[in-house]
């Protein structure tokens, strides 16, 4: 992302990385989960139409997500980066 910004000339290019721990027992579980549940519904027919998966295949993998993030041993961490900078006028 820094070299893009650059790209485009932006300066005083910074950035910082967050990770958000959403594990089972966690604050953030509950919105996570629901995130989760939309998010592959969304994506569903994308990966069905390019083949990455069969009909059957991602109706599957959607019950198994739901369940396994509700297990009391579920652990998940999600990191990302914002990077910003400045434009010059």
């Given at each position: 992302?820094?070299?893009?910004?650059?790209?485009?000339?932006?300066?005083?290019?910074?950035?910082?990385?967050?990770?958000?721990?959403?594990?089972?027992?966690?604050?953030?579980?509950?919105?996570?989960?629901?995130?989760?549940?939309?998010?592959?519904?969304?994506?569903?027919?994308?990966?069905?139409?390019?083949?990455?998966?069969?009909?059957?295949?991602?109706?599957?993998?959607?019950?198994?997500?739901?369940?396994?993030?509700?297990?009391?041993?579920f652990y998940a961490l999600w990191y990302y980066l914002?990077?910003?900078?400045?434009?010059?006028?």
């Amino acid at each position: 992302m820094s070299r893009l910004l650059h790209e485009v000339g932006c300066q005083d290019i910074e950035h910082k990385a967050h990770a958000i721990d959403f594990s089972v027992w966690t604050e953030a579980h509950e919105s996570m989960y629901q995130n989760c549940v939309i998010a592959f519904k969304l994506v569903q027919p994308f990966l069905v139409k390019m083949g990455v998966m069969a009909q059957e295949e991602a109706d599957q993998k959607y019950q198994q997500m739901l369940i396994e993030m509700m297990m009391k041993d579920f652990y998940a961490l999600w990191y990302y980066l914002t990077v910003w900078g400045r434009k010059p006028q």
